[in-house]
Nanobody
Framework: QVQLVESGGGLVQAGGSLRVSCAASRSTLSNRRMGWFRQAPGKEREFVAAISWRTGFDTYYADSVKGRFTISRDNAKNTVYLQMNSLKFEDTAVYYC???????????????????WGQGTQVTVSS
């Protein structure tokens, strides 16, 4: 069982930056694909970014955040990060991290690619 806790959300002006973190307990993240999703009010949860557990830690991003957001991981700290730069009003959402089953090797862009979810952290971008 994996327990995930997000932190680092908050209020930021458009054009600003924010880093959210996802710390895991009860199990290592080192052999799991990790993803970030977000859900705005009245909208479905959507994919933001994912990072592989394989050597090289390949990453994948939604087109809407490509070039602005960076996902990374620190296996020693059992933590995944999402660095968000050049934030826009439309980035406002609750951000969730998710962990896949062990050794999952797919792209990880769908909700059902993940078995464990955090409780979410609110990111609000003021225009």
């Amino acid at each position: 069982q994996v327990q995930l806790v997000e932190s680092g959300g908050g209020l930021v002006q458009a054009g600003g930056s924010l880093r959210v973190s996802c710390a895991a307990s009860r199990s290592t993240l080192s052999n799991r694909r990790m993803g970030w999703f977000r859900q705005a009010p009245g909208k479905e949860r959507e994919f933001v970014a994912a990072i592989s557990w394989r050597t090289g830690f390949d990453t994948y991003y939604a087109d809407s955040v490509k070039g602005r957001f960076t996902i990374s991981r620190d296996n020693a700290k059992n933590t995944v990060y999402l660095q968000m730069n050049s934030l826009k009003f439309e980035d406002t959402a609750v951000y969730y991290c998710a962990a896949s089953r062990l050794y999952y090797s797919g792209l990880g862009t769908s909700l059902d690619n993940y078995n464990y979810w955090g409780q979410g952290t609110q990111v609000t971008v003021s225009s």
